[in-house]
Every structure is written in structure tokens, then in C-alpha cells.
């Protein structure tokens, strides 16, 4: 692919690295402040310090009131589309604007203040990004919870968080079924210590809710009220350092982590990024397909794109289905996308129903200039597809939820690198990638490692985990001081280009989405006839992983394992939710272990994937490996 020679990469990184405070307090700049930083970074704050600790700002102001009043008025800064919903709409910044501060003060009303979280449980519609934005506003938290969810998940999420309000929709549609979402709600209340006083819910045609009375209310009436009253919120000016939002992923265990992203970093780390990493101007048209209830769709759905006067577009569908294979060709086309970004899995799931691009031939995809990946590791098949059929360069992107941009990148908007498949490129500014061994120590170039990023991380990474500063240090910053953890494993090769080869913990990732196996084996632990079990991702070729459960049964268990394997899967459904994509648990008589007792789900691992194995020197019987290979076997593994 070839690649823009010119690129400044290198200058740029090299001047981040000489003065990482000049470089972030001139980035600063693309900011509107209420009080401008005067200090960029303080190191004595937080777990290992605080960017832009004296500034005062509004990230909604920045989002909406400043393009309005910049003659983006009349631009439109939402556009929904929903094959699944049958409804297109456009919303110019003025009509969000009125939207958003009417909610506000709605929000308000209820007694919704600076600091006060607000959970939010909604589908890809328009009044979600509203709701974020609404909050932002007044300086309230929000915290998105996914829709694929299961009710047990939302009240783990609302007991940490303890919202003073939850907004939600009455449903939520996937592919030829509606998800109502009233009923989830009120069972994770009922489950929740923490009880929001109010709940305010944007009535879809598709599913009414069933409403308490007292503590639920229409959101359409009490906004229409507030408009007609003549009401809008205005900016509540907040720290920079004050928390955003708060967005729960995966850790090692149930309890899902508060990662927390502050207003004033978020905003100049996005900033910086749609220009020099996504090369997109203000006006220009961005299409991130991801889902507001992840982190992609946090910063490239909701966030980055208006923050930087351009186009968003909110896409709820599917990339096949919906009704076909050419769904996001159509998207590019009917808006005039210039970038799309989205996780690999998407273009698996195209590229197995469309091979040959047929449905490309329908659509005039001229205006899109990249394709950005991230998610998950883009297979370098994958990958050579996409460049084949779009003709256009796809750039690979190595971030987490943690750190809400891109860790390692291709920055069109500095100048193409050369691309090599399998590999995100470089580390972008603000990021000391490096890899490590058990020690700490460097590795050479080529081996395999720890990836850690040097500290302090950039504006816009989390300063910590929601009230939990104890759990931050514990789970990224003590095993490799003066480091932060990533959890990811890989390499470098000479010309200082990662490789990102999976998780050195207990994650996995099953069609882009962030799991813990860790938190699946609690749910199937909870099952009376298991005595024992363990989840391992498997390789998959749609979705990259999927979640493989093996479990031993009680003795004296007298329902036939077929019955049991069935009530576990429902049981994971149920308990974590669709999402969690979990279809495989098989029964063995035993799991292999070490002789000091730990599970070897490494071996079990490579046996499913068909990949070369050995006996570990440590296992305590190695007859139970040919035992679990027999038993995919008998799965079809
Ligand atoms: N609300 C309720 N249920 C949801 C949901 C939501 N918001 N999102 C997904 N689900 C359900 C799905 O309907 C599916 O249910 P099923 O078991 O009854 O079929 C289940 O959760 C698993 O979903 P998923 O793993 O996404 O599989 P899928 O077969 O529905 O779709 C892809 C496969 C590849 C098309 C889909 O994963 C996709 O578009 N991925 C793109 C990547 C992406 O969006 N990544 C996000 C981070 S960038
Ligand atoms: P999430 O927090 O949901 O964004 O998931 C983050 C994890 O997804 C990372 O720690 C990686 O394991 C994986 N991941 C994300 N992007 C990539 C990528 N471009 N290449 C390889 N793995 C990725």
C-alpha cells in the first residue's frame, strides 16, 4: 500500500518526547476554556498524576454551543439511520443544542447536579447521544450501559455507580427481534441496592414500557414541556479534571471495572486525534459502526466528531442482514462518509456472506478515504480483503476502553506509514510504548513481551477507576512500576512497529466486544450441579474468539449433562447476557491441572484451537489432556 513519504510522524513523536507538557498545552489550544490551563500537568495528583489540573471548562459547550455560535448552526451533527427501525433522520447542531439543554433541565428538575451519576441504557438512536451531551451539560456523570446486557450486569453497574436518575428507551432492536428494555431495567433496580428516585424513558413505536408510578416518566412530555416553557440549561462550568463519564469493561473477575475519563484531557486527546490520526476536517462526514455502550462508540460515535465541528453518524443495524451485505456501502453513500471505522469482525461477517464484493457494485463508495480497525486484532487476511475490494487504506488501531484513543496507530492526518498487515504501525504521541519482560526489563527487538506504556499516560487515558484508586494501582500500575499494565502481549520489530497478539490475562474478545472468562466461570460456578469449571476462548472465524465452558458435575448429579450443558448457556444468557455470545459448554469428568491445583487453560486452549501443544512439565495427570481433546472432539471441536 503505498504511503505518504512526506509524513511529519516522526517529527511530531520526537517533540512530544522532548516536551510532553509543550506538545499537550498546544494541543490545549483547540479547546474553548472557561479558565485556560495555566499548569499542564501535575504529577502529585491521583495515582500517577493529572493533566490540566487548574482549567475550567464544558465539554457540551465545546461539543454544540461553540459550533452554533461559529456558523455550524445549520450543519447537521447527527445522522440516524436505522434499517432496523426503517427511519433515517438529520439533526443540524442548532436542533441537538435545543434538544440537549431542554434535557438538561429536565434533568435538572429532578434534582440532578454537578458530580451526580446518571446511568444511561439506551439503543443507537439520536436521544442517546443527547442524554450523554444533556449530562455533560450540567456537569453530571453519565455511564452508559450496553443493551446486550442482561439485567444482572445493569445492577452490578448501578450499584457502583448509585445514579440519582436512570435514562432509558423503551427498547432496543436487534435483527427480527425487539429487545424491550423496561423489564431488564426494573429487575436490576429490584437486584440493586442503590434504587435511582427516577427513571425517564424515550417511548419507542416498537415496544410500549410499563410504567411506575411515581418514579417513571414519559421523556418526549417532559421534554416538550421544558421547550415550550421556554427552559434550556445552561454550561455548569467543571474542573478539567472533573469526571465525564464513567464506562464500565471487563476486569478479571464479575465486577466489571469504572474506568473514568475526566472533561478536560478527553477533549483535547479527541481533538487532536480526528484531525492527526483519522485526518478528518470539520464538516467532513465520519462514520464510526461501533455501539454508544462501548468505548468506540464513547469517542468516535459521541464524542470526537463533534467535539471537532464534524459529521456523526448513528447506524443502528448491522454490517449484514440488514438487510444485506452492502448495509454499510449504502451508509457510505447515502452520507458521504469519508472514513469508517469499525472492528474486523464486520468485515469477516461481509466478506464470508459477499466474497466477491458484489454488493459493492451498487454503491459508489468515492467519498470514503480510510477504513480504521480496531476492536480487536485485524488478521492480516482480513485486512488484505478490505484493501482489495475498497481500494482504499486500512489502517489497523491498537487501544482499550482504559485509554479511550488510540495507543498505537497509523496517522493519516500526519501522513500515511507504511502499512504492514498484522501490525497497528507506531506508538502515537503521548504513548512510551514499550516491551517488557516478567522483569520488567526491555526485550530485544522481535521477542515476545508485556506491553506496557511508560507513565504518565496522555489527556484522555483514565485517571483511575471509579472510586477505586487502590484497584487502579492494583491492576495496571504495581506489577511493572513507573509502567501501566496493559494486558496485552506482543512484540516490536526493527523498525519499531507493534504486533498485538492477545491477552496475557483472562480477557477474551468475541466479535470486538470485551469479555472475562473470569466472570462467565463465576455464572457457570453458580449452576448446583457444577462442582467445578473453567471458560477459555476458542478461536473463531466470524468472531475471533468464542467462549468455550467445560464443566465436572457433582456427584450424585442425576439431570442427563446434555440438560445441564443446555441450563448453562441459558444461565450466562441470562446472568451476563447475549452479548456474551456463550453456545459451547461441554461436561468432562475432570479438569486438567497443575500440582499445585491451577486450572491449565492455556493447553486446553491450544488443544481446542488445534494449535501445537505440549504436556506441561507441572500437570498433575496428563491423561485428562487426551480426556478434554476427545471431549471437543465429541463437540465438533
Ligand atoms: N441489545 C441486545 N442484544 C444484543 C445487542 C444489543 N445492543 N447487541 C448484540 N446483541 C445480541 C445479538 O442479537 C446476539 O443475540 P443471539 O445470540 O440471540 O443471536 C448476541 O447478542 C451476540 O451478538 P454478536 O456477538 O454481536 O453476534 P451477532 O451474530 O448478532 O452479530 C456481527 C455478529 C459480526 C455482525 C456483529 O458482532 C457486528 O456487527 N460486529 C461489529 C463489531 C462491533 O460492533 N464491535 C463493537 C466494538 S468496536
Ligand atoms: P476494549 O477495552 O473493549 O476496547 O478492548 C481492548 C482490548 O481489545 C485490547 O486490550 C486488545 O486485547 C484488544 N484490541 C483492541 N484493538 C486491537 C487491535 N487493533 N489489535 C489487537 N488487539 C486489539
Redesign the pocket.
Known amino acids: 500500500m503505498s504511503a505518504d513519504r512526506q509524513s511529519t510522524y516522526h517529527q511530531v513523536y520526537a517533540a512530544w518526547q522532548k516536551d510532553p507538557s509543550g506538545f499537550w498545552g498546544e494541543a490545549a489550544k483547540a479547546i474553548d476554556w472557561i479558565e485556560a490551563p495555566k499548569k499542564i500537568f501535575d504529577e502529585t495528583q491521583g495515582p500517577y498524576g493529572r493533566w490540566f489540573p487548574d482549567a475550567v471548562c464544558n465539554t457540551c459547550y465545546n461539543l454544540l454551543d461553540r459550533h452554533v455560535a461559529n456558523g455550524r448552526a445549520d450543519q447537521d451533527a447527527i445522522i440516524y439511520d436505522s434499517p432496523v427501525a426503517n427511519t433515517k433522520r438529520k439533526l443540524t447542531y442548532a436542533q441537538v443544542l435545543d434538544e440537549v439543554s431542554a434535557l438538561a433541565a429536565v434533568l435538572q428538575d429532578f434534582g440532578v447536579e454537578k458530580g451526580d451519576r446518571v446511568v444511561v441504557y439506551m439503543?443507537?438512536i439520536p436521544e442517546a447521544l443527547m442524554a450523554m451531551y444533556a449530562c455533560a451539560r450540567i456537569g453530571a456523570i453519565h455511564s452508559v450501559v450496553?443493551?446486550?446486557f442482561a439485567a444482572k450486569e445493569l445492577a452490578t453497574r448501578i450499584d457502583d455507580a448509585k445514579p440519582k436518575l436512570i435514562l432509558t428507551a423503551s427498547c432496543?432492536i436487534?435483527?427480527g427481534?425487539v429487545?424491550p428494555y423496561k423489564p431488564l431495567l426494573d429487575t436490576a433496580i429490584e437486584l440493586s441496592e442503590s434504587k435511582p428516585a427516577n427513571v425517564v424513558i424515550f417511548a419507542r413505536e416498537q415496544a410500549q414500557a410499563k410504567m411506575i408510578e411515581g418514579r417513571d416518566h414519559d421523556w418526549t412530555t417532559l421534554v416538550d414541556a421544558a421547550k415550550a416553557a421556554g427552559r434550556r440549561a445552561p454550561c455548569v462550568p467543571v474542573k478539567a479534571t472533573d469526571p465525564l463519564y464513567i464506562l464500565y469493561t471487563s476486569g478479571t473477575t464479575g465486577i466489571p471495572k469504572g474506568v473514568v475519563r475526566d472533561n478536560g484531557g478527553h477533549m483535547v486527546a479527541l481533538t487532536w486525534t480526528m484531525k492527526n490520526l483519522y485526518g478528518i476536517e470539520p464538516g467532513e462526514v465520519f462514520w464510526s459502526?461501533?455501539?454508544v455502550?462501548?468505548v468506540?462508540?464513547h469517542s468516535y460515535i459521541v464524542y470526537g466528531p463533534l467535539l471537532h465541528g464534524a459529521t456523526t453518524i448513528v447506524y443502528e443495524g448491522?454490517?449484514?442482514?440488514t438487510p444485506d451485505a452492502g448495509a454499510f456501502w449504502r451508509v457510505i453513500e447515502e452520507y458521504g462518509a469519508v472514513a469508517l471505522f469499525?472492528?474486523p469482525?464486520?468485515f469477516?461477517?461481509i466478506r464470508k456472506e459477499d466474497p466477491e464484493a458484489t454488493f459493492l457494485k451498487k454503491y459508489s463508495t468515492k467519498t470514503l478515504r480510510t477504513l480504521f480497525l480496531?476492536?480487536e486484532r485485524a488478521d492480516p487476511d482480513t485486512v488484505a480483503w478490505a484493501e482489495k475490494v475498497l481500494g482504499v487504506p486500512v489502517v489497523d488501531h491498537w487501544w482499550q476502553t482504559e485509554t479511550g484513543w488510540g495507543i498505537v496507530g497509523n496517522p493519516v492526518g500526519l501522513g500515511l506509514l507504511p502499512i504492514k498487515h498484522g501490525s497497528p504501525t507506531v506508538p502515537m504521541p503521548g504513548y512510551d510504548v514499550q516491551i517488557v519482560d516478567e522483569a520488567a526489563k526491555p526485550v530485544p527487538d522481535g521477542q515476545m513481551g508485556s506491553i506496557v506504556i511508560k507513565l504518565p499516560l496522555p489527556p484522555g487515558c483514565l485517571p483511575t477507576l471509579w472510586q477505586q484508586d487502590g484497584r487502579m494501582r492494583e491492576s495496571y500500575l504495581d506489577d511493572f512500576p513507573g509502567y501501566y499494565k496493559t494486558a496485552d502481549a506482543g512484540f516490536k520489530d526493527e523498525d519499531g512497529y507493534l504486533f498485538i497478539m492477545g491477552r496475557t490475562d483472562d480477557i477474551i474478545n468475541?466479535?470486538?466486544?470485551r469479555l472475562s472468562t473470569g466472570g462467565m466461570e463465576e455464572v457457570l460456578a453458580s449452576h448446583p450441579a457444577v462442582a467445578e469449571c473453567a471458560v477459555i476462548g476458542i478461536k473463531d472465524a466470524?468472531?475471533g474468539e468464542q467462549p468455550c465452558g467445560f464443566v465436572v458435575l457433582k456427584s450424585g448429579v442425576t439431570q442427563s449433562p446434555l440438560q445441564i450443558e443446555k441450563e448453562i448457556v441459558q444461565l450466562v444468557?441470562d446472568k451476563i447476557?447475549?452479548?456474551?455470545?456463550f453456545?459451547i459448554a461441554i461436561t468432562v469428568n475432570r479438569l486438567p491441572k497443575t500440582r499445585s491445583g491451577k486450572i491449565l487453560r492455556g493447553t486446553m486452549k491450544k488443544i481446542a484451537d488445534g494449535d501445537e501443544w505440549s504436556t506441561p512439565a507441572t500437570i498433575d495427570d496428563p491423561a485428562i489432556l487426551d480426556e478434554i481433546a476427545a471431549a471437543l472432539g465429541s463437540k465438533g471441536i
Open positions: 439503543p443507537m450496553f443493551g446486550g432496543g436487534e435483527p427481534r429487545v459502526a461501533s455501539d455502550g462501548w468506540v462508540g448491522k454490517p449484514i442482514g469499525t472492528a469482525t464486520a469477516r461477517a480496531a476492536g468475541v466479535a470486538g466486544h466470524l468472531k444468557r447476557g447475549p452479548v456474551a455470545a453456545k
